[in-house]
């Protein structure tokens, strides 16, 4: 009887040589431009108890993939996201440490479903959390790390793009109240549905919708729907925090946008690299959870690369610092061309051949020779 060819579930996938050395490439840059700046990685665990991911959030456990531990008989989750855990191990491992707390990671999450712009359910995760801050300082520095790790990582062209997740509820319990539900308002400004704002009764809303698109102008549009100053202090702090990525990336606004930004406060922005539908990171303030009532404000980011690594980013020619070493090599010169970051592959046989074993170099009697 023939054994069945083995599948792996819908969502995830096995990653090839290529594609792992690429990812690897593509992880060690983006961590090392992190701890550049100072950030500490840390590395949690796969699974946690379901609680500790968010579990007990109807939102959050939407994304958790569970089952039961034998040993606890508790019920434990796969992550679905790395943030929460570097919160975590903030507020009890690291919680005497000095602040601002700055932390890096990088690691898999697992969806428990995949969306349509990311039929993915495993993806690699790499970000920063600049934790005991939110200030407009610590996020110009949350930024310029961002922009940092995607140069160093060979991302880009890149567009940041902005927005302010409490915006509509600032205006909406200040000067312009609806009597709509808000939640009715913000999908009508989801949609830039300007009929829908109508129909609420929201007129005094529509010049929001113009205040989007290239981040100079739609700021000037903001500043102007904003007669009675409310948004003054997160204007400029906008424009502020800006700043560091004039000219290393395109800058836009959308401040009514609330996609992926269920947990952030006053600021959040997305990243975009052209040829990708969905961002490729994103990031902001939020607050971590400290006890029952205490808060701990934090900003950071996160960046998804596996669509970019799929593409060919981190890719080299493996076949160019790729050398056979023939039967009865010298180890000794073996290990001096390891030494200088060469890849050897040793033959077993006559019969192993530079080519096929995807080698660009031979070891020859006076050193490397191209094949």
Not at 155 to 177: E, H, M, N, S
Not at 239 to 263: K, M, N, V, W
Request: aromatic share 6%.
């Amino acid at each position: 009887m023939t054994k069945a060819p083995a599948l792996l579930p819908e969502g995830l996938r096995d990653r090839l040589p290529a594609q792992a050395e690429a990812a690897s490439r593509v992880t060690r840059a983006l961590v090392d431009a992190m701890r550049a700046h100072g950030y500490g990685r840390v590395s949690p665990p796969l699974a946690e108890f379901r609680e500790t991911l968010g579990g007990d959030d109807d939102r959050t456990a939407r994304d958790l993939l569970r089952f039961t531990d034998p040993v606890s008989q508790r019920t434990l989750a796969l992550r679905p996201d790395i943030t929460r855990q570097v919160g975590r191990i903030a507020t009890s491992l690291l919680k005497s440490a000095p602040r601002p707390l700055r932390l890096c990671y990088a690691g898999q999450v697992v969806k428990l479903r995949a969306s349509q712009l990311r039929p993915a359910r495993e993806m690699l995760q790499v970000g920063a959390e600049l934790i005991g801050s939110d200030s407009v300082a610590a996020a110009r520095e949350i930024v310029t790390v961002a922009i940092d790790a995607l140069e160093a990582a060979g991302i880009g062209p890149a567009t940041i793009d902005f927005t302010l997740p409490d915006v509509v509820d600032l205006l909406a319990g200040g000067p312009l109240p609806v009597a709509a539900s808000v939640e009715s308002l913000r999908d009508a400004l989801d949609a830039k549905d300007a009929g829908a704002l109508a129909r609420l009764g929201a007129e005094a809303w529509l010049p929001l919708l113009r205040a989007t698109g290239p981040f100079d102008q739609a700021l000037a549009d903001l500043r102007a729907f904003d007669a009675a100053g409310t948004l003054a202090a997160r204007v400029d702090a906008l424009e502020a925090i800006a700043a560091p990525a004039r000219g290393r990336a395109s800058l836009t606004l959308d401040p009514t946008e609330r996609h992926g930004f269920a947990y952030q406060s006053w600021f959040g922005f997305q990243i975009f690299v052209p040829g990708q539908g969905d961002a490729i990171g994103r990031g902001g303030g939020y607050a971590i959870p400290v006890g029952e009532t205490e808060e701990e404000p934090a900003v950071g980011f996160s960046l998804y690369p596996d669509p970019l690594i799929d593409e060919g980013l981190g890719s080299e020619n493996g076949a160019e610092r790729r050398i056979f070493l023939p039967l009865g090599h010298d180890p000794a010169i073996a290990a001096s061309l390891r030494a200088d970051g060469w890849q050897t592959v040793a033959a077993l046989s006559d019969g192993d051949d530079a080519k096929r074993l995807g080698c660009g170099f031979v070891l020859g009697p006076d050193g490397p020779v191209e094949v």
